[in-house]
């Protein structure tokens, strides 16, 4: 099988749904977005110290369920499920808290905004949490105009940049390495 099939050299592409569009259509940026976030958190698990494996197993998870909600935004529909059901479930949400919860319970109390740095993988992370404030900021965007969002895809997409933070502050604690303070230059 040929990785190109030239149907796209239009500037066209179909979803899932069967529907042809435009490769600038507002689905089509955020399935796009999704692959950027995957990509990065695929990057970020690339630079992950071995000795994060927990860190690794949930973070692999998040990406199935990135590229499932990528299918899903492209018009694809999951087997069992209806045209207003989502691969995203309530208990996805609450994994994810848990997550957010455990590992936050082994740092220092967050006492001042820091800024994005440490090991490697932690500024990956600290890149994958923006991206995916784009993509939420996108998905409400793509709601607001009348677009088909499902009611967990904004939540889960929120928790997960919660995540990324939290993951990025447990990467350089674990590896004992100091978060980067923000120091105003109008505070002294």
């Known amino acids: 099988m040929k990785i190109y ?3 796209g050299d239009g500037g066209e592409t179909t979803l899932a749904s069967g529907h042809k569009v435009s490769k600038a259509d507002d689905r089509v940026t955020l399935y796009g977005m999704v692959d950027e976030l995957n990509s990065l958190l695929g990057f970020g698990l690339s630079q ?33 499920k209806q045209a207003t059901e989502s691969i995203l479930e309530s208990s996805d949400l609450t994994k994810m808290e848990k997550q957010i919860d455990q590992l936050s319970s082994e740092l220092p109390e967050l006492k001042n905004f ?12 600290h890149l994958a949490r923006t991206q995916c404030r784009n993509l939420e900021r996108s998905i409400v965007h793509f709601k607001n105009s009348g677009g088909g969002i ?20 447990y990467t350089n604690a674990k590896l004992g390495i100091s978060e980067p303070i923000w120091k105003s230059r109008t505070k002294s």
């Open 48 to 80: 992950l110290p071995e000795d994060l494996a927990t860190v690794k197993v949930y973070v692999e998870e998040i990406q199935s369920l990135l590229f499932e909600l990528g299918s899903e935004l492209a018009g694809h529909l999951h087997p069992g």
């Open 150 to 169: 499902n009611s967990l895809t904004i939540p889960f997409v929120n928790r997960l940049s919660d995540y990324l933070f939290t993951v990025s502050r």
């Open 5 to 7: 099939t030239k149907l």
């Open 114 to 125: 820091i800024l994005p740095g440490g090991h490697p993988s932690a500024g990956i992370f």
